[in-house]
């Protein structure tokens, strides 16, 4: 263990598929990365892409008929995939903390938002009922909702979007893990709400020292808060690259593609709009060798002949483009 | 100037509030904006600053308490019903939920002739064929016609819901966060195809969304609303520019630009407290959250007034004796 202990988190060779052997898909297809304490990798890619489907494989929360058919996931360099499923729910919750985009329906409308954060608490630590009910009123007085004491005894309804999302992440900093899983978390919530929440996240990650992966499909959001990010398309991370290199120098064309269609505050009127043609491949039947060349602009011959994996460019930047790399080489 | 196309003037929507003797909710207060042919006007502003009521009630599908709505100068508020309809022909709707505004067992080509149907224009060969002229311009295929919504997508729904908006042949198509649910490759084909049949058909919008990005790469103008008012109105490209109203410069401050070098989560503008709370009727609406308030602020609500060509905003900073530097 003492090797892997404050190693953070890493996934290596995530496999998950839905569906059966023959006709089924598998949404995230050799996934691998690793993700130090106290940084923050977003993920980013768009619909349906498997970014999702990541972090429910990393929390072990596939539901059948979907499975994860292989791969490692080390946290204190032990496989959370190998544990027993006894084992898995003394880590979920205690040691990696997830936030889902939709708090409502995260959120048990019956019950008090007080009790449901003391609910976590006594999962995970040897203390009293009263104990973490105490400590779920520090808990979302911490997270910044006014009142808290008061306010615990309220149900999910009662509150406004944002405030709900402060109690979900009330409830998954509760036991102090060292990984966040954060899934659209902002998604849902209005512009100067939205800055609140993230600047919350980042400051609790701070101070806790927590690794965070962030899944988005908002770039300005990966620009405000990401170290380094990994772009997925079709179950596959087509780039990983620190993230002043993936916005000032990005190297897969889908990467490309995805920058120029945002369209962002500080592009104006008239600014053309470059929409990607075509749609993402059904995972059913993915194309031949890149996933992307059905819809890529600088495709060759080469790229529906081989499957292209993550190759380094330089230093910590990765692209899974037979195409950028031979540029790259020969610039 | 000429006419303008539409016009809507001092709109009141008020709802009654929780409880009996509970107080009214005013949704939209004292609203008023122009929209000429061709134009396209954003609406922002966040959850329930009464962006839908307002746009319900462009379309009459609310009634105002006080108020009109004018189409070329007719009062669409006060029109008797044969005329009522004859004026809903003219102004469309297009939902940010495409898939539930769309009648699940109809079939595509039904779908988008229902409001021919409803109108009770043309035979059903005739609606049939328009319906099909449509799926094509939207960028469906003919096989289309014949499946039912939920075997599309997002996007693809999106496209349907164009075509039904379209086969009234309006003049006005109001668009409500018709982007906000799709991903961002998705949405910029959605935008090019609702500005390429804007050029096409010469229609004007009005273009609600939360979404300040998307209004400025799009719009003409673009009006703020907060509580119900219009807080800011002008060039799109002046007012993200120059804000001259702190809640439209607070809102751009909180949107993360895409771009690591210039925004990092530290470098978002925050403002204290939140829209929850009743609101002072002889005050400005923001008032208890702007960062720049003083003394006048909490005395009376201030007037949306011009602040240069075709430029307006509510707020005293920049009336003349308050020199305390444009916001």
């Known amino acids: ?331 | 100037m000429p006419e303008p196309l539409l016009q809507v003037e001092s709109i009141v929507k008020s709802f009654a509030g929780r409880g009996s003797g509970g107080v009214r909710v005013k949704a939209v207060s004292d609203v008023g904006f122009t929209l000429q042919r061709g134009e396209t006007l954003g609406l922002v502003g966040e959850s329930g600053c009464g962006k839908s009521t307002l746009s319900r009630l462009i379309l009459s599908l609310l009634d105002p308490d006080s108020g009109q709505v004018r189409i070329e100068g007719v009062d669409f508020t006060r029109a008797h019903d044969r005329q009522k309809r004859e004026l809903r022909r003219r102004i469309q709707i297009v939902f940010q939920d495409a898939l539930s505004s769309l009648n699940p067992r109809m079939t595509v080509g039904a779908n988008i002739a229902e409001p021919m149907r409803l109108q009770g224009i043309g035979t059903a060969a005739s609606r049939r064929a328009e319906a099909r002229r449509l799926l094509g311009l939207v960028g469906l295929r003919d096989e289309h016609e014949e499946r039912y919504p939920h075997e599309f997508s997002g996007g693809q729904c999106q496209r349907i819901a164009i075509a039904r908006a379209l086969i009234l042949k309006p003049d006005i198509i109001v668009f409500d966060e018709a982007v906000s649910a799709l991903d961002v490759s998705i949405r910029a084909q959605i935008l090019r195809l609702i500005l390429d049949i804007q050029q096409q058909f010469g229609l004007s919008y009005i273009f609600v969304s939360h979404d300040l990005g998307v209004i400025k790469r799009i719009c003409d103008r673009v009006a703020v609303m907060y509580l119900g008012q219009i807080v800011e109105i002008g060039p799109a490209d002046v007012v993200c520019r120059s804000p001259r109203h702190p809640y439209t410069e607070a809102l751009l401050r909180a949107i993360p630009i895409a771009d690591p070098r210039r925004m990092r989560v530290e470098n978002l503008g925050l403002i204290e407290g939140d829209t929850v709370g009743a609101v002072k009727p002889d005050a400005c609406p923001f008032e208890n959250r702007c960062p720049k308030r003083f003394a006048p602020c909490s005395k009376d609500r201030p007037a949306l007034t011009e602040v240069a060509s075709g430029h307006k905003a509510a707020c005293y900073l920049n009336s003349s004796q308050s020199e305390g530097g444009t916001p």
């Open chain 1, 1 to 331: 263990m003492s090797e892997g202990a404050d190693a953070g988190l890493i996934v290596e060779n995530l496999r998950t598929r839905f569906g059966s052997d023959r006709a089924g898909a598998t949404v995230v297809d050799g996934v691998s990365f690793a993700l130090q304490p106290g940084r923050t990798i977003a993920l980013v890619g768009e619909s349906g892409c498997g970014k999702s489907a990541t972090a429910l494989s990393l929390m072990r929360l596939i539901e059948p008929p979907g499975r994860i058919i292989s791969g490692r996931v080390l946290l204190d360099g032990r496989d959370l995939l190998a544990m027993s499923e006894r084992e898995m729910e003394g880590t979920r919750g205690a040691k990696i903390g997830m936030i889902f985009q939709d708090p409502l329906t995260s959120l048990n409308p019956a019950l008090t938002i007080g009790w449901q954060i003391s609910e976590t608490i006594l999962a995970h630590q040897p203390v009293s009922r009263a104990a973490a009910e105490q400590k779920a009123i520090e808990l979302l007085r911490h997270v910044g909702v006014n009142d808290a004491e008061r306010r615990a005894h309220d149900y999910p309804h009662h509150f406004s979007g944002g405030m709900r999302q402060r109690v979900l992440i009330a409830a998954a900093i509760s036991c102090r893990p060292k990984v966040i899983i954060a899934d659209e978390p902002t998604t849902a919530l209005d512009v100067t709400v939205q800055a609140k929440i993230l600047r919350l996240l980042r400051d609790l990650q701070q101070e806790m020292h927590a690794s965070m992966l962030l899944i988005t499909h908002d770039l300005g959001v990966v620009a405000a808060m990401a170290d380094e990010v990994m772009v997925m398309y079709a179950g596959r991370i087509v780039e990983r690259a620190d993230v002043d290199t993936l916005f000032h120098n990005p190297g897969h064309p889908y990467t490309k593609a995805l920058l120029a269609c945002a369209t962002g505050i500080e592009d104006d009127r008239g600014v053309p709009l470059e929409p990607i043609g075509g749609s993402a491949p059904d995972l059913r039947h993915p194309p031949p060798g890149c996933r992307f060349a059905p819809r890529c602009s600088a495709v060759q011959d080469l790229c529906r002949a081989q499957d292209q994996s993550l190759r380094a460019l330089a230093g910590g930047h990765e692209v899974a483009c037979v195409v950028v790399e031979q540029e790259r080489a020969d610039a």
